[in-house]
């Protein structure tokens, strides 16, 4: 592994979607903008949401729960051309790691309600930051 430190990473909360299969969610969020969510945030993180209720959208970093695989090479949906996994969205990646940019519709105590979900349910979230768009 070239010599590099193994690093921790511990969930600061947990997805409710509607998604309780690969089938079943989208390839991106955005294909489904109606795709109504909770983030959990659990309770020793909730002073970071402070001030997160000014942003429209975030980007939440999350990790594939149910992904064991790890690929370099994959054939990328709607396509009969191997590719490198980083020139794909495919969660067969060396960390598992996902990323997306959601809609906040809602934030209340510990729960952020969002939109343009493509996580599976129970999904563990790394990490939130707001989506900051110079032309928005």
Known sequence: MSGYNKIEIFPIGIAHTPFTDDTDAPFQGKEVPES????????EFTAGL?????????????????????LLTVIPRNSD???????TRSPARPNHIGITTVKLIAVEENILTIGGVDMLDCTPIIDIKPTIDKFS
């Open 50 to 70: 402070d001030g997160i209720e000014k942003y429209n959208y975030l980007d939440i970093v999350f990790y594939f729960h149910r992904r064991e695989e790890t």
């Open 81 to 87: 051309t191997p590719r490198g996994v980083f020139a």
């Open 36 to 43: 109504i969510a909770q983030i959990e945030i659990f309770p």
